[in-house]
T-cell receptor, first 118, second 117 residues
Framework: GAVVSQHPSRVICKSGTSVKIECRSL??????MFWYRQFPKKSLMLMAT?????????EQGVEKDKFLINHASLTLSTLTVTSAHPEDSSFYIC??????????????FGPGTRLTVL | AQKVTQAQTEISVVEKEDVTLDCVYE???????LFWYKQPPSGELVFLIR??????QNEISGRYSWNFQKSTSSFNFTITASQVVDSAVYFC??????????????FGKGTHLIIQP
């Protein structure tokens, strides 16, 4: 199956700093990538949809200026948490899909990035 | 709007027992996909199954089986002869297909399954 990687797998940062998380599709071209957030013992919540070459679409309640998404190539999307605060600490998971395969295409999930803001 | 309900927050059974995880969904779309994922303590989501709304056939894969009933909007998951390695959080998810939109998944809150030796 298709492989999606995330980097870093864990990050600890100080409050006020910015953190960039990368999501890569390793063996397929991902025209669309999704970013999810998961709080401890909670469900995954879709944050935004990232389309290659265009602006991301954010879900209601997600601050686009705080969670910057860039999908500059068909294999890479980045999520930057700007001016991170302790409440941003969470498990961030990306998924990737090749839209050219149409609605039948599978979403492949990355292994997740655990962000801890001190 | 879509919604997925997993009413069972936590289930604990003894190894070798059968266990069913419930999933009820809501959507206005006539075309949609349903999924089950397993999330072990490592956090990585493991894909188990995808089923589209036009295929109501039940599916069996080894010890796993799924019962899709459109009449009750349910997509239940049964593990037969459970094993300790089955212990994880299981998520049911829904994606509507609007013929061109790239919609993300709507997840249920998950069921924490504990298999005791």
């Amino acid at each position: 199956g298709a492989v999606v990687s995330q980097h870093p797998s864990r990050v600890i940062c100080k409050s006020g700093t910015s953190v960039k998380i990368e999501c890569r599709s390793l063996d397929f071209q991902a025209t669309t990538m999704f970013w999810y957030r998961q709080f401890p013992k909670k469900s995954l919540m879709l944050m935004a949809t990232s389309n290659e070459g265009s602006k991301a679409t954010y879900e209601q309640g997600v601050e686009k200026d705080k969670f910057l998404i860039n999908h500059a190539s068909l294999t890479l999307s980045t999520l930057t948490v700007t001016s991170a605060h302790p409440e941003d600490s969470s498990f961030y998971i990306c998924s990737a899909r090749d839209m050219r395969a149409g609605g039948r295409s599978e979403q492949f999930f990355g292994p997740g990035t655990r962000l801890t803001v001190l | 709007a879509q919604k997925v309900t997993q009413a069972q927050t936590e289930i604990s059974v003894v190894e070798k027992e059968d266990v069913t995880l419930d999933c009820v969904y809501e959507t206005r779309d006539t075309t949609y996909y349903l999924f089950w994922y397993k999330q072990p303590p490592s956090g990585e989501l493991v894909f188990l199954i995808r089923r589209n709304s036009f295929d109501e056939q039940n599916e069996i894969s080894g010890r796993y089986s799924w019962n899709f009933q459109k009449s009750t909007s349910s997509f239940n998951f049964t593990i037969t002869a459970s094993q300790v390695v089955d212990s994880a959080v299981y998520f049911c998810a829904l994606r509507a297909y609007s013929g061109g939109g790239a919609d993300g998944l709507t997840f249920g809150k998950g069921t924490h399954l504990i298999i005791q030796p």
